[in-house]
C-alpha cells in the first residue's frame, strides 16, 4: 500500500495477487461487475508499491505478449488464465467487451463493483463515510471490504496462496492441466519471492497488536496461509 494513501484506498490493506485465477475468482464474483485496472486508480497510481510491482510482472501484460495477434487472441481455453472477467459482467465503460484483456487486478482479488459502491457511499453515507471507518475502526472495515466480495488467497477464497496459483500455474511437466505450448513449471517459493507485492498499511499494524481474545474474534479476517506471515519485502 502506498504509505499516506491508505484511507484512498480502493481495497485496502493486505492485498496480494502473486498467481492469475481470472477463471475461478469469475465464477465467484456473483452478479458484480467487473470495473478493470481503471477501478484500482490508488494502487495503480506512481509509487504505490503494489502496483509499480504489478506492472513489472507478466501478468500485467500477458495477453497482450501471448494471444495478441495470434489465432488463440479469444480461444477461451487461454482466456482463462491470460485475461480477466471472462464470461462475467463487465462495467459499463467495458460493457462490449467479451473480457478484459490481461490479468487484472480483479482477476485474482475478485470484481470491484461493490468496493466503489463502498468506498464511494458506505450505507449511503456518501463519499466521507469509508474514509472515516478506516479512521475509526479499521478492523470493521476490513471485514467490510471483504464483504463487499474482495478475495485474498489464504484469508478470503482459496486456502492458501498456492492453491489459487495452483489454478493457472503447475510443478509438473506431467500436469494434466498443463498448457500444451510450454514446458515451464513452477516453482511456487521462487515464484512468491518474485511476484510478492504485498505491503503493510495501518490495519496490518493494528492486526499484528490483537489480544487472542480479539484475534478470535476477527479470525475471519485473519491470514490463515503461513505464507502471509512471511515478511514483508523491503522497499
Known sequence: MLRGKIYKSLFGGLVISFCSI??????????????????????????????????ERLHSNTWEKRLQGTADEDNPACLKCHASAVDAKIGKKFKDKKYLPNVQCEACHGAGENYVKLKKNYQGKGKDAFKELLKNDPLLARKEQYSAGLIVAGISGPSTVKEQCLKCHWETADDKNKCPKTDKVMDFTEYFKKDDHRDEDSIDLVIKKLSDADKKKWADILPKDDTLYLPYRKH
Open 22 to 55: 481470472a477463471f475461478a475468482v469469475s465464477a465467484n464474483a456473483g452478479e458484480a461487475k467487473f470495473e478493470s485496472n481503471a477501478g484500482c486508480k490508488c494502487h495503480m497510481s506512481k509509487g504505490c508499491f503494489e502496483g509499480e510491482e504489478y506492472k
